[in-house]
């Protein structure tokens, strides 16, 4: 342990730079890939936006689509993060409200499904706030 009481290979580890590019890419993965999974069966995604009530679908489907490429573009370029960050964030808090109304189902596994999914997905907004932060004292510190 080190007089700041984190051991060494932490430090190491947060100081290495790809670790912040690497924690970035692990934020929003999921979304990149939701992306080009809907580019690529357009069909689907208008399909999968309709099944939540979206109307017109094939709109929803198109802001979806490029929320979920845009948002991480911009949080892996490490410019605009708090852009790409604020529309994933949005996204991602519509979303659950959208497909995880856990307060209007009846007691059981649904809805305890619906409830773990929701607040997960509260807690990557909260990460997305993070990824913010961090870019904007990255950003002062320069």
């Known amino acids: ?3 700041t009481g984190d051991p060494r290979f932490v430090d190491a580890v947060l100081a290495w730079r790809p670790t912040w590019f690497l924690a970035r890419l692990a934020l929003v993965g999921a979304y990149l890939i939701g992306g080009l999974v809907k580019l690529s069966d357009w069909p689907a995604a208008v399909a999968e936006q309709a099944n939540f009530g979206m109307h017109p679908p094939t709109l ?3 802001l979806t689509t490029a929320v979920e490429l845009i948002g991480p573009v911009l949080i892996l370029w490490g410019r605009f993060v708090w852009l790409g960050a604020g ?4 996204f991602t808090l519509l979303a659950a409200y959208v497909a995880n109304a856990f307060w209007v189902m009846p007691a059981g596994q649904e809805r305890f499904m619906a409830t773990n999914s929701f607040f997960e997905h509260v807690g990557l907004v ?15 510190r320069a």
Do not use: I, N, P
Not at 87 to 90: A, E
């Open 87 to 90: 529309m994933l964030g949005v």
């Open 60 to 62: 929803w489907a198109g």
């Open 1 to 3: 342990m080190r007089a």
């Open 126 to 140: 909260g990460g997305f706030v993070l990824a913010a932060l961090v870019a904007e004292l990255e950003q002062r």
